[in-house]
């Protein structure tokens, strides 16, 4: 075996290369691209022992295993495309180990390098190899965390619009329950202020109303004239215009922000159903489009990647951890988890109550047994994600009568 520790950085990469006793044979610094890249192949083939001449390429390479500290981008698509064994090792692992090498705090970019070859080299049964999931399984969960990302951006956008308004028009935040809604938006973007804002015309609301697909037009319509044209208090008038310009300019942004949510989010739903497992995925109460890529995406589509259905749930973050010393044990949740998986799974687990009868008796006997909300929507995704797991490996769609039979709550 070659092992190599590869520090990668935005312009470049800091290598070593070990023989099977541990001791460096190269050393070098890599720019990043095609160039680093043809250099590492021509620096892993020189040191390559003389017995491995006669093997075929595919199994040489195959002899060379990477340790680096991510799991994506293109300088790791090229070693796996090269055939190599590449460790994605999480930078926690690496910064523990290195204090095995150091405890005085030093650190450079070839130490760095010498401590992920050291890693793969003696503790690679430790770690996981960087997943073979399809391209488009990829390209899903691409799609899918930009298009969370988009969502948790309106989020930031409206909390300081609610900020905005709260210090000088809080009668707009009593009128409008949502203000990411569509007439919300529209009726702040025609009225930043109180002194517009009061003289709205009812029919315009009323229109507002229509073109966002509300119903009660005419009691809802009453019902915001009358808290837009209450007394309140008011800033100084050069302060109110300021404010009204912040709030017209968060406007703006939120409303280009639904625009991008939608249509990204149709661009997901079409990757995501071309997919060889969606059928499986949307099959699940409470999955669909959206969070069912959301789902797939973060957990890949690599059939060798979760050992059994626990490896699958550590990785969701859904199952417990247990601390034990002496006569102490203590159950914690895992805060140590793919956060953007956990967040899907936590919504899933909500939304599967609604079409589950399962799943909705699951979660009231926890609730029952003196269980948490939370806890229990944690648990019930924990359930969800066992359920997932058999479903692909055994290629069969969800059946209710057969998921929740002998299921019964984890103590």
Known sequence: MIWVGDDWAEDHHDVEIQGEDGRRLARARLPEGLEGITRLHALIAEHMPVSWSDLDPAEAAGRVRIGIETDRGTWVQALLAAGYQVYAINPMSSARYRERHSTSGAKSDAGDAHVLAEIVRLDNAHHRQVAGDSPIAEAVKLLARAHQSLIWDRTRQVLRLR???????????????????????????????????????????????????????????????????????????????????????????????????????????????????????????????????????????????????????????????????????????????????????????FCAMRGSPGARAYYQSLRERGTGHQAALRQLGNRLVGILHGCLKTGSTYNEATAWAHLQPST
């Open 163 to 349: 900020s905005a308004l709260r210090e000088f028009f809080p009668a707009a935040l009593q009128a409008f329950d949502d203000l990411a809604a569509g007439e919300a938006l529209e009726l702040l973007d025609r009225a930043p202020d109180p002194d517009r804002a009061a003289r709205l015309p009812r029919v315009t609301i009323v229109a507002a109303l229509r073109r966002a697909g509300r119903r009660d037009l005419e009691g809802k319509a009453t019902a915001i004239a009358e808290t837009l044209k209450a007394e309140q208090l008011r800033q100084p008038r050069p302060v109110q215009n300021a404010y009204a310009a912040i709030v017209s300019s968060q406007v703006q942004l939120i409303n280009i922000l639904n625009i991008e949510i939608a249509e990204l989010g149709q661009v997901v739903a079409d990757h995501f159903g071309r997919h060889r497992d969606a059928e499986r995925y949307l099959s699940l109460p409470g999955l669909g489009p959206v969070l069912g890529a959301r789902i797939l995406g973060e957990f890949g589509d690599d059939p060798h990647r979760y050992t059994d259905g626990k490896a699958r749930r550590n990785y969701a973050g859904t199952s417990p951890i247990t601390r034990a010393s002496g006569n102490r044990r203590v159950v914690l949740a895992r805060y140590a988890r793919n956060r953007r998986l956990a967040d899907a799974v936590h919504q899933w687990a």
